[in-house]
């Protein structure tokens, strides 16, 4: 089994920064893209920012130059600084990635964290 886990969420003005962190662990041979999407009340969930194995990186328009994703290979670990938030960035944020685990190297299952709430107070 994999597990990720994340970190980091909480309550902050307008204008403030968060920083969250993705933990990934459990039965890990490998992995691929590694996410962070969003879901807001009564919305559906969005996705924010990803980052492949090799670094190539994705971002949503609305956070373009305010948020910025990055990984720690070693740890299995992904990151997301956010600066300048925003009211409409409250969200839960959720982490997502597709792993190969020793079992079965060469196929991708996609796991999902629990979410962690960033709540940001204009």
């Known amino acids: 089994q994999v597990q990720l886990v994340e970190s980091g969420g909480g309550l902050v003005q307008a204008g403030g920064s968060l920083r969250l962190s993705c933990a990934a662990s459990?039965?890990?041979?490998?992995?691929?893209?590694m996410a962070w999407y969003r879901q807001a009340p009564g919305k559906q969930r969005e996705l924010v920012a990803d980052i492949s194995s090799g670094g190539r990186i994705f971002y949503a328009d609305s956070v373009k130059g305010r948020f910025t994703i990055s990984r720690d290979n070693a740890k299995d670990t992904v990151y997301l600084q956010m600066n300048s938030l925003k009211a409409e960035d409250t969200a839960v944020y959720y982490c997502?990635?597709?792993?190969?685990?020793?079992?079965?190297?060469?196929?991708?299952?996609?796991?999902w964290g629990q979410g962690t709430r960033v709540t940001v107070s204009s």
């Open positions: 459990g039965s890990i041979f490998s992995i691929n893209a």
């Open positions: 997502n990635a597709d792993v190969a685990t020793p079992l079965a190297t060469t196929l991708w299952f996609n796991y």
